[in-house]
């Protein structure tokens, strides 16, 4: 299973799985939460990190590999 796009503002002619860069790629800060030490703001990043995913076309795609990658991602899905 290939993974995810990285995560980088890489140009929209390098992405693979869209002709647009997805949310992580657009806006890496928005998934930086393990960084927000306040546990309010920490859950309002959050939340604004799960709606950007939401509206992503490859979010299942992503999902499946960070599933089949827990030791990958940092702080599972």
């Known amino acids: 299973m290939p993974p ?3 995560r980088t503002n ?3 002619s390098t992405h693979t799985h869209t002709d647009r860069p997805t949310p992580c790629q657009a806006d890496p800060a928005l998934f930086a939460f393990e960084e927000v030490a306040d546990p309010l703001q920490r ?3 959050i939340t604004r990190a799960k709606r950007a995913c939401s509206g992503c076309p ?3 795609d992503c999902l499946k590999w960070a599933l089949a990658n827990p030791s ?3 702080r599972g899905v």
């Open 4 to 6: 995810p796009p990285p």
């Open 10 to 12: 890489a140009s929209p």
């Open 43 to 45: 859950n309002k990043t």
């Open 58 to 60: 490859v979010v299942r």
């Open 72 to 74: 990958l991602t940092r």
